[in-house]
């Protein structure tokens, strides 16, 4: 029976509590608010909207959300919202059962419908996410239960594991309405470590800690994503105290001293950067045109004059893959001569200006770099002043980056790579059916033997016959090549010296995942 004293007496306790301490302390809610443990990251660019459905993955997402699974320190598949999964013996069927306290940061279960909801959501052409190819061979998703999902492949896929990390949404706040358009993407409820407390007008958003969420509970209070795009503003507020973790560039390293507030971890990245074709330019269709500029680029210069020696020569997407085929399209270094004897093959000539040009065009081009991103800006005016004694003109354009047209520009300084299983950034970006749409292969670069062997790689399911198919690939990508490859970087983030937990796993495009064991970071408060 219920004691019907215990609720007066509590009170009353409450009350005596609260009247002592306020006599101990004269500003207790200052005090209070001085040891709240905040994290501000500057941020390289403002984030437009939370839903990890519609975009590629955010660093604020899995903040928010989490999926089935997860990557833990060696990038490998761990369960996460799925507790455990079979696999039947076509390797057609996967079934997950589902943790049981997981809820929504509004107090509702995740349930396995939210999970047929996400997958459903993704699938549908409506959507249009860039996100579908991820999950094209999913032939159907259902509920075998409360807590139950089965999800069954038109063929096997081995990356679907490593694809169900993408993070779940809630069906009871979203199956009625327009994914794209909805107040959720400002407002959003997840299922993760933390929830949103703030979207400053100015683009700020607050984060604090989600007591209800069924990992480890973070020993931060609050992360705070602010938005910094110049990069020297960013060291000067790392400096000042006023953020406490940003991204630098190898060329700021000089300016960090001994006596600043902050460490520098350089952490190894499968982050490349590249020159990125246009096919809908003639001068770009004879392969010899891209095998000639990718022989006659210096990558070594670019890793020590750019780099700072902060990363390495690019040759292909997957170098940083246990998929990795050293052969392909790898040399000692440029081969100008190769490169004139291929421009020669292909019929181009040095007109009266040292130009090349055939049939009375020119072998010129605008090499586009986000103007805010300095790396890239750099490299771009290095390709074309080491391209300009072969005749070939690539004439360096920054452009804001909010201007950008990724699928528009003559060329494009663009940066990818994955971490994860070799069919992320390959697929998405060289497979001919990723073409418009808000998809990734913004070159519209075709062929059909890449296309043919990135299908073979991501539905083999023998490890040793998937590496053997990127191999092809990796040769087939060298011998048609979409980009021209040109560094690998190392990821440089400045961090408060008072921030500890940080662990250096190997990190993706941007450097994204430095926040993956965001539960175990933590902050000395003064």
Known sequence: MRNPLKKPLIGFAAFFLAALAGACSAQPADQAADETKQLVYGMEAEIDRVNPVLDESQEIDALLFRGLTKPDEQNKVTPDLAESWTISEDLLTYTFKLREDAVWQDGEPVKADDVVFTLQKILDPKTNTPITGEFQEIADVRTTGDDEVEITLH???????????????????????????????????????????????????VLERNHDYYGNKPKLDEVVFKPVPDANTRLVQLKAGEIDLASLTPSQMEAVKGSDPIKVHEIGTADYRAV?????????????????????????????????????????????????????????????????????????????????????????????????????????????????????????????????????????????????????????????????????????????????????????????????????????????????FLVYLDALYGVNEQVTGISDRTLGHHGFGILWNIEEWDKQTD
């Open 155 to 205: 063929r096997p896929y081995p990356p679907l594991l490593d694809k169900l990390k993408v993070g779940i949404v809630p069906k009871h706040l979203l199956e009625d309405e327009n994914l794209a358009e909805s107040e959720f993407n400002r407002n959003p409820v997840g299922n993760g470590p933390f929830r949103l407390k703030e979207w400053k007008g100015d683009g700020t958003i």
């Open 276 to 484: 990125m074709y246009n096919f809908d330019l003639e001068i770009f269709h004879d392969p010899k045109v891209r095998q000639a500029i990718s022989l006659a680029v210096d990558r070594e210069a670019m890793v020590e004059g750019i780099l700072d020696g902060k990363g390495e020569a690019a040759y292909g997407p997957l170098q940083k893959s246990w998929a990795a085929h050293p052969d392909a399209g790898q040399t000692e270094g440029p081969d100008r001569e190769r490169s004139a004897q291929l421009l020669a093959e292909a019929g181009w000539n040095k007109n009266s200006e040292g130009i090349l040009e055939k049939d009375g065009k020119l072998l010129s081009f605008e090499l586009v770099a986000p103007a805010q991103d300095t790396v890239r800006v750099a490299l771009a005016n290095v390709v074309s002043q080491q391209l300009k004694p072969l005749g070939i003109q690539a004439k360096p354009k920054p452009v804001d980056q909010n201007a950008v047209k990724y699928d528009g520009e003559e060329a494009l300084l663009i940066g990818w790579g994955s971490e994860f299983d070799p069919d992320d950034h390959t697929y998405r970006l060289f497979h001919s059916s990723e073409i418009g749409g808000g998809r990734y292969n913004f070159g519209k670069y075709r062929n059909e033997e890449v296309d043919r062997l990135l299908t073979e790689a991501r539905t083999a399911t023998d490890p040793e016959e998937r590496k053997a198919a990127y191999g092809r690939f990796q040769e087939a990508l060298a011998e048609d090549p979409p980009y021209t």
